[in-house]
């Protein structure tokens, strides 16, 4: 198979799809791989790097986006769409359910659409989303301590305290990846720390975890309200997995929190869980301010630590991009139930019940599809 790697054009996207090890991997197996020139620079790899591991370096988008599967890190942007034809295998993360331009174009041009982010083993796991969530958990918080401070428009609020001063309040909404690695670094800083979740079980699993350190409360409207009020971080970290992200903390709720308090909608790539954020922002302008409180949504944290989010990245998706090299689609999604649950568009259809619930298509099972 030939496999095609453009670089990406998302503002501030720094991160590759492909490592050189990633490369490595594909061409010892007997596959072509594709680089367009510079795309790993962001992450510290170069050309030669490629090069040297057997990919072909390739000047322009066009020649990168011509290949049997093109790999990516981020959804394609509007001018990527007129690379989309017939049995392209489109593998990246697409956060679909927010997005009905790029959906219709991926349907239109019956791109075969293999979402990172709904890739899913039997035990409910997200192993591609995984490894991004670890990254966006642990930023969420530096982030939002960052923006606490009153030089960047914040209350001025040292997370830790310091002794004879109280910490700084941190409300998480959602205890899963994001979730739990916010809370760590959180409560690492010495805030006081409350994790709201949906799921009983995730919330004992999470007391054993903490053990008391950090407050777990059961998520509904009234617990939400009364954590926000008091928080002077607020990071938005629910997912129902390919579904647009319920929209939990209200406006009205926003209007209850301390001027220059700061909200992180990690969840954001989902179409976001506060109301007040009805847009993602960018890493050259990350926040606004509504109500007095700092507003952060951007949906490619990870981008800005390229380094580490490259490396975390390919390490869990070099693995299934092999499978389904070695074993073409219909054969990586007959063999991979995981892999089948990622593929979100085939051949003019939405194969993910999320996504087409959210934007108003018909459901397709994919397994029908391919049978029949
Ligand atoms: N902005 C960015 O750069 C990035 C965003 N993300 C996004 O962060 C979000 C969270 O991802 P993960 O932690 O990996 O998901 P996850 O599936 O591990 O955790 C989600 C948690 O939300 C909980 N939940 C669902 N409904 C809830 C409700 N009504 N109230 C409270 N909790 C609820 C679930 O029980 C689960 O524990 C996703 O939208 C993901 O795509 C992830 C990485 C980077
Ligand atoms: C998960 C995701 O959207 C990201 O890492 O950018």
Do not use: C
């Not at 910490?167 to 994001?178: A, H, W, Y």
């Not at 979740?197 to 999470?206: A, F, W």
């Not at 509504?290 to 070099?318: C, D």
Request: proline share 5%; aromatic share 6%; glycine share 10%.
């Amino acid at each position: 198979m030939i496999i095609s790697v453009p670089r990406e054009i998302k503002n501030n996207e720094n991160r590759v799809a492909i490592t050189p090890a990633g490369v490595s991997t594909l061409v010892q197996a007997g596959h072509q791989v594709k680089i367009e020139t510079r795309a790993g620079i962001g992450s510290g790899f170069a050309d030669e790097d490629y090069a040297a591991a057997g990919a072909k370096i390739v000047q322009t988008a066009e020649d990168a986006w011509e290949a049997d599967m093109v790999m990516k890190v981020k959804e394609p942007l509007p001018e990527e769409y007129r690379y989309f034809r017939q049995h392209l295998i489109l593998f990246t993360y697409l956060h679909l359910a927010p997005l009905p331009d790029l959906t219709k174009a991926l349907l239109d041009n019956a791109v075969t659409g293999i979402a990172y982010e709904t890739i899913q083993l039997d035990n409910g796991e997200l192993p591609l989303l995984q490894p991004m969530s670890e990254v966006a958990g642990r930023m969420a918080v530096q982030v939002g301590a960052h923006y606490l401070e009153k030089a960047s428009g914040g209350k001025g609020v040292l997370l830790g305290g310091v002794p004879g001063v109280l910490p700084g309040r941190v409300t998480i909404i959602g205890g899963g990846i994001v979730g739990i690695n916010a809370a760590k670094i959180a409560a690492g800083m010495g805030a006081q720390v409350t994790l709201l979740d949906i799921n009983p079980s995730r919330l004992r699993y999470l007391d054993e975890i903490f053990n008391g350190r950090i407050r777990l409360l059961m998520s509904h409207p009234y617990n939400i309200a009364q954590a926000v009020k008091d928080s002077d971080l607020v990071i938005g970290a629910v997912l129902i997995p390919g579904a647009r992200s319920p929209r939990l903390v209200t406006e009205e709720m926003v209007k209850q929190m301390e001027p220059g308090s700061v909200i992180v909608d990690v969840a954001i790539d989902q179409g976001g869980s506060i109301e007040t954020i009805d847009r993602a922002t960018t890493h050259d302008e990350p926040t606004y301010t509504k109500h007095g409180v700092i507003h952060y949504a951007v949906s490619n944290m990870p981008g800005a630590v390229a380094r580490t989010s490259t490396l975390a990245l390919a390490n869990a998706t070099t693995p299934y991009a092999l499978q389904i090299a070695n074993d073409g689609f219909k054969g990586a999604i007959a063999k991979n139930k995981a892999i089948a649950r990622g593929v979100n568009t085939l051949d003019g259809k939405i194969t993910f019940k999320g996504v087409a619930e959210a934007l108003g298509y018909p459901f397709s099972e994919v397994e029908k599809m391919i049978s029949a």
